[in-house]
């Protein structure tokens, strides 16, 4: 069974930093091609950042520049390091393995002074 937790969403001041966590189980996230999604009210999901199997990594235009995602195969967890934050940033963001239906449950990011 696969389970992707996410944790570290909270309420920030613009310009300020965050980190996200993506812990998986049931799927290595070493040979995954692993993504982070954000939605904001109204809006659909948007793709964030995805890393593949190999370590490459893609943004959006939007973030590019602020956020980095990165892996710690030993402790089979994908991070979303996000810096310089902006009220736009706000949004539930999730942990997803690409091409599949496995979702976590989402965390909440809000930038706000």
């Known amino acids: 069974q696969v389970q992707l937790v996410e944790s570290g969403g909270g309420l920030v001041q613009p310009g300020g930093s965050l980190r996200l966590s993506c812990a998986a189980s049931?799927?290595?996230?070493?040979?995954?091609?692993m993504g982070w999604y954000r939605q904001a009210p109204g809006e659909e999901r948007e793709l964030v950042a995805n890393?593949?199997?190999?370590?490459?990594?893609t943004y959006a235009d939007s973030v590019k520049g602020r956020f980095t995602i990165s892996r710690d195969n030993a402790k089979n967890t994908v991070y979303l390091q996000m810096n310089n934050l902006r009220p736009e940033d706000t949004a539930v963001y999730y942990c997803s393995v690409l091409r599949t239906n496995y979702w976590g449950q989402g965390t909440q990011v809000t930038v706000s002074s």
């Open positions: 049931g799927i290595f996230v070493s040979i995954s091609t």
């Open positions: 890393m593949n199997s190999g370590g490459w990594t």
